[in-house]
């Protein structure tokens, strides 16, 4: 019954996550081209074969998969957007209670790296016309006052 139980691999290492970030950014072009003539599908499995094989290179002990490499980088980007968000929001309180977390060296990484991108930036000249009930307000538009 032991013997059928999967054994969990350990937890990507801050050095790993690091190498993750820094090796994506290297091959940034291809991973986040779009599909071409010049670009396939197989081009980005090759960039994520590279990518894990230098994480292993790194770390022989563990075996990391390219699947399991991809994952982490979604799981890290996720997680850097989540910690910027919480940051910008935290700068804005007026005070009181103790200091939020600060956003972690790996997460400022993936931050810097996507500075330009709506995603982690929001849009800028946008107003957001929802109100605490979550319904539109204020927002009437007729025909005569429809942009032109």
């Not at 970030?21 to 599908?41: I, P, Y």
């Not at 939020?100 to 810097?112: F, G, T, Y």
């Amino acid at each position: 019954m032991a013997d059928s139980k999967m054994n969990r691999k350990p937890n990507f290492t801050t050095e790993e996550n690091i190498m993750i970030v820094e090796l994506f950014e290297q091959h940034k072009s291809v991973l986040q081209g779009k599909f071409s003539t010049a670009l396939s599908n197989q081009d980005k499995n090759l960039a994520w074969n590279k990518i894990s094989m230098a994480i292993n290179a790194q770390n022989p002990a563990v075996k990391r998969e390219p699947a399991e490499v991809k994952k982490k980088w979604k799981n890290l980007v996720m997680n850097a957007k989540k910690e910027a968000s919480t940051d910008r929001k935290s700068r804005t309180k007026t005070g009181g209670g103790p200091p939020e977390k600060p956003v972690s060296a790996v997460s400022q990484l993936i931050c810097d790296m996507h500075e330009d991108s709506p995603s982690f930036v929001g849009l800028s000249g946008v107003d957001s016309f929802i109100g605490k009930a979550g319904r539109y307000k204020d927002l009437t538009i007729t025909w005569a006052s429809r942009p032109k």
